[in-house]
């Protein structure tokens, strides 16, 4: 079998009073991320990592945030997207791991939820999907608590 890994990365600003969505779940939390869909930088990462792993180019090639279609736009929907793009080049997910650093809040409770929800978008089994949270200690800009980062890899398997 022929296997592609993919890596993602991503950033966004948090401010006070708005929604924060991880990995397709609403964490409640006093801040959101600034974006131009639902700001879901958990799924953004993936996206990116499963696109590199294609060598596609990124999400902001095929969603560009000055696009009014995508305005608050809900992230699964470009998750199930780009898994589509995916399968329609001959692949399927193997799995995904994404790191989420991030200060606050513990987000334990969320871990499990979020990867239920994203084996159900990718329609993988929830064995291939893993998340995890670390805080950077209280320094850079996520210590901070003035964003979050998310890593992201992937490995697909050819199908055909
Ligand atoms: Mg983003």
Known sequence: MHFRIGHGFDVHQLEAGLPLFLGGIKIEHDKGCVAHSDGDVVIHAICDALLGALALGDIG??????????????????LARVVEMVVEKGYEVSNVDATISMQRPKLRPYIDLMREKLSEVMKIPVERVSVKATTTEHMGFEGEEKGVSVTAVCILGQTK
Do not use: W
């Open 61 to 78: 090639k095929f969603f560009p945030d000055s696009d009014e279609r995508y305005r608050g736009i809900d992230s699964k929907i470009l």
